[in-house]
């Protein structure tokens, strides 16, 4: 595949945010400093979508965008009150039908016939020059393209929105497909010896000390990857290897509980299975979202087996079929403290997404009040973790500004500042030292992370792939 000349002029301090930061260098959170990426971002997504919204930040800037035929190459107006001029150029490319780069530069313009400084990092022989490497950068009278950077600020402002994007949860007006025009995927394909033990895994590193009687935990997203029911599982095995009752509460429709209730009494074969599917609206909508994954439903038949297993466990549907907003929040609330009321013995896990597991109100709607909020005011002992992670995968819902509706797929995830696991931060629980505005009490930390996609699907998405080494 042809690459433009990358990270070329890379020359000290032209655009930068201090003495120390360069334009195209990236905070790194393992060290503290401002450094050159080594690796490209391989985003999950079309490249078309990728670049309109390369696009999108610019023109939010005011900057003016032509596009070149095909697409694939974008460059701005020039930046105003900049001297010499700059503009910038945006360059994609289309590594499969949902894997994408796209690279952002900043180019430099010199007077015609102007002297152009050799490149700083004492590298230059044998690379093309500039002029060469960004041909395709349209000109100005009297001036010709110098020298690019790439600029790692508006990169970075590309990778929040394509993947720090909220999760849609699809509620209401969005009705089940006749089975039979879905596949449900290999399932029961494990050996006789498994087939019946549940796959606990190794107990989660401080999870323990938020085990008790009558106790709730309120675990937020993400939904839609293979951790987060991972985790839960090993939490309630821990749980009730102590002999302390669980109750799983799970972001599935209170509606489903009867469908549940018969398939944990089933012998977890094929054909309960597809009773259970067959019987239920949630699992076979137009759109799914995070909630019905494949590993959600794992995480049902893990119950099922350590029910068979001989422990007390029990899963609760605890969601709305059509509520939105303040409305679900309170019947969720409701739905939650009616399934602890008949188990008040039991130790409460409850997945769901992080605005609903607040503790505390939001700030940016004042007509709502969060699930974790209302439950805190009647239980002061409920406790919520959000979650913190590494770059990875999740299947999710998200709406298209480009397409004017609902794509659900899967999309690359990355964590906020604050919620990244560095290399050196274990899996586990890690309590604060105070609640946080927000009311969560602590961060479980996953490591990477990784999409599950839905038991009942169309033919099958295109894999994300692993990051490109970025050539200097």
Not at 63 to 75: A, N, P, R
Not at 143 to 157: C, L, N, T, V
Not at 189 to 214: I, N, Q, R, Y
Not at 260 to 277: H, I, K
Request: contains cysteine; proline residues 7%.
């Amino acid at each position: 595949m042809r690459r433009l000349g990358m990270m070329l002029g890379l020359l000290g301090c032209v655009g930068c945010a201090s003495a120390t930061r360069g334009i195209s260098d990236q905070y790194n959170p393992e060290t503290g400093r401002y450094e050159k990426p080594t690796h490209e971002v391989v985003y999950s997504v079309p490249v078309e979508d990728a670049m309109m919204t390369a696009r999108y930040i610019l023109e939010k800037n005011l900057l003016d965008v032509m596009e070149k035929e095909g697409g694939l190459e974008m460059f701005s107006s020039f930046i105003p009150d900049v001297i010499p001029p700059e503009r910038y150029y945006i360059q994609g490319e289309r590594l499969g039908p949902r894997q994408a780069l796209v690279r952002v530069f900043r180019i430099r313009y010199t007077q015609e016939g102007g002297f152009a400084p050799a490149e700083a990092s004492g590298r230059s022989s044998g690379q093309a020059s500039v002029p060469d490497a960004f041909r395709n950068i349209p000109g100005l009278e009297g001036y010709r393209p110098a020298h690019g950077y790439r600029d790692m600020s508006i990169e970075q402002k590309l990778l929040e929105r394509l993947e720090m994007a909220p999760a849609l949860e699809l509620v209401g007006g969005n009705p089940p497909i006749p089975i039979r025009s879905v596949v449900m995927e290999n399932w029961g394909e494990e050996d006789e010896a498994s087939a019946t033990a549940p796959a606990c895994g190794a107990p989660v590193e401080g999870a323990s000390s938020l085990f008790s009687k009558g106790g709730v935990l309120l675990v937020a997203d993400p939904l839609g990857t293979q951790e987060v029911p991972s985790v839960a599982l090993r939490m309630s095995c821990e749980a009730t290897s102590t002999s302390l009752p669980v109750t799983l509460a799970l972001s599935i429709p209170v509606s489903e509980q009867p469908l549940l209730e018969r398939y944990l009494a089933s012998d977890g074969g094929s054909g309960a299975v597809q009773e259970l599917l067959a019987g239920s609206a949630f699992w076979r909508r137009v759109h799914q979202d995070g909630r019905s994954s494949r590993a959600m439903l794992w995480l049902v038949e893990q119950a099922r087996r350590l029910r068979v297993s001989g422990k007390d466990v029990a899963v609760a549907a605890i969601d709305s079929d059509k509520a939105h907003g303040d409305e679900r929040e309170a019947q969720m609330a409701e739905s939650l403290m009616n399934a602890r009321s008949k188990r008040p013995q039991a130790w409460t896990l409850v997945l769901t997404g992080s605005v609903h597991a607040r503790t505390t109100a939001v700030s940016w709607d004042g007509d709502l009040e969060p699930m974790g909020a209302r439950v805190a005011r009647v239980l002061p002992s409920v406790r919520a973790l959000d979650v913190g992670f590494q770059r990875g995968t999740q299947f999710t819902c998200r709406y298209s500004v480009w397409d004017e509706q609902v794509e659900c797929n899967v999309f690359g995830i990355s964590p906020t500042l604050e919620a990244r696991q560095s290399s050196k931060q274990a899996a586990g629980v890690n309590l604060f030292t105070a609640p946080r505005p927000d009311g969560f009490h602590g961060r479980l930390y996953l490591g990477a992370l990784t999409a599950s996609l839905p038991p009942l699907q169309a033919p099958r998405q295109a894999p994300p792939v692993a990051p490109v080494p970025a050539r200097k």
